[in-house]
């Protein structure tokens, strides 16, 4: 999952929020220095990553991406399962995202400070172009991938990935459904 998935999965504790969010920019056990809830948080990040690696309705998603984008699946997956998110609360109304996205905002802007460098200068971008709402048009999905695969260096416009979604949108949105679900149940111990 990309952003708005591990920040959705994080509850309503603000540094289980923060610790989330900052856990890729925090190597080894480098997150012990910080408060439990944000180490609480650190853990669910890696453990989300963990149970998508190993999910079979993820994985069904991200194999379809192979042919043209080989050893992107993965990068292109996180990216629309935040689509997904967005397409899933359009169809359920359950999670409130309009709202539920102002309140994290909220809560990474008044941890600003403590955001690691490289954090710092990427949520400003973040901030400014509102990727957490914009995952949620087919244009700012296409912007995410494009950007990803300028900073990486990847000579296939990542941007033509979401064509391979949208042929395949029914099952990605069943495939979605079914690992959010699942997910939210193996999580929820980090977050009560």
Known sequence: MNYLGHLILSGNNSEITFGNFIADALKGKTYLKYSK???KGVILHRKIDELTDTNVHYLNGKRRFYKNFPKMGGVINDILYDHLLWRFEKKTRA???ECKIDHLYKILDDNFEKMPD?????YQYMRRDDWLRNYQYEEGIKKALNGIGKRINYSNNLELSFEIAKSSMKSYDKEFELFYHDIKEKTSIFVN
């Open 37 to 39: 809830k944000i180490q």
């Open 95 to 97: 999670i409130h995202l």
């Open 118 to 122: 490289p954090v710092k200068y990427m």
